[in-house]
């Protein structure tokens, strides 16, 4: 079955980076995107960003651009989400989700536990 | 961007009571519009894509119309199972927008 297991909570100061790994199973790996989503305490969900583990293409959204990095290691099918200048403001729940190419467009089918990210100084 | 505005923000209703929840986009989006489930405490759970078709494991309980700018998606019959929040999400375009939210209680 297809399985998603993201890395533990982490606790940063401001000013940081972060790294947050997305190990993925049950699935060939390349044949799907992985999409960054994440979530402050008690808000809506915020799409970061994808890449295409097949060749390494990413695309993030404006806000995170020069922020965030994704990579994947695909002999060990992991992706990987690098956010940098970390600020109280970046302390959320991090989500990795598959997502699946449709005639309609992306389609996000199965999803992380969520990785806590703590923002503090 | 495209706003995506969902209502009502919370409801509550009845054990098996049939439950509407709206979502409109700032722009048409045709059916590019997805539905997720979020318990508390939880990862969000993928219920419907392409605006009417349901994610495999969905039960048949759950069900989205809509096109263009207005869309609905309908619980049937509600459970205690079914208590969280509910997210519309476009992707039409990006970046990828989720609605605000709709909370459902019993």
């Known amino acids: 079955q297809v399985q998603l297991v993201q890395s533990g909570a982490e606790v940063k100061k401001p000013g940081a980076s972060v790294k947050v790994s997305c190990k993925a199973s049950g699935y060939n790996f390349i044949n799907y995107a992985m999409h960054w989503v994440r979530q402050a305490p008690g808000q809506g969900l915020e799409w970061m960003g994808w890449?295409?583990?097949?060749?390494?293409?990413?695309k993030s959204s404006q806000k995170f651009q020069g922020l965030v990095t994704f990579t994947r290691d695909t002999s060990a099918t992991t992706v990987n989400m690098d956010l940098s200048s970390l600020t109280s403001e970046d302390t959320a729940v991090y989500y990795c989700v598959r997502g699946r190419s449709s005639v309609t467009g992306w389609v996000f089918d199965y999803w992380g536990q969520g990785t806590l990210v703590t923002v503090s100084s | 961007d495209i706003q995506m505005t969902q209502s009502p923000s919370s409801l509550s209703a009845s054990v098996g009571d049939r439950v509407t929840i709206t979502c409109r986009a700032s722009q048409g989006i045709s059916n590019y519009l997805a539905w997720f489930q979020q318990k508390p405490g939880k990862a969000p759970k993928s219920l419907i894509y392409?605006?009417?078709n349901l994610q495999s494991g969905v039960p048949s309980k759950f069900s989205g119309s809509g096109s263009g700018k207005d869309f609905t998606l309908t619980i049937s019959s509600l459970q205690p199972e079914d208590i969280g929040t509910y997210y519309c999400q476009q992707y039409s375009s990006y970046p990828l927008t989720f609605g605000g939210g709709t909370k459902v209680e019993i």
């Open positions: 392409a605006s009417s």
């Open positions: 890449i295409n583990p097949a060749n390494g293409d990413t």
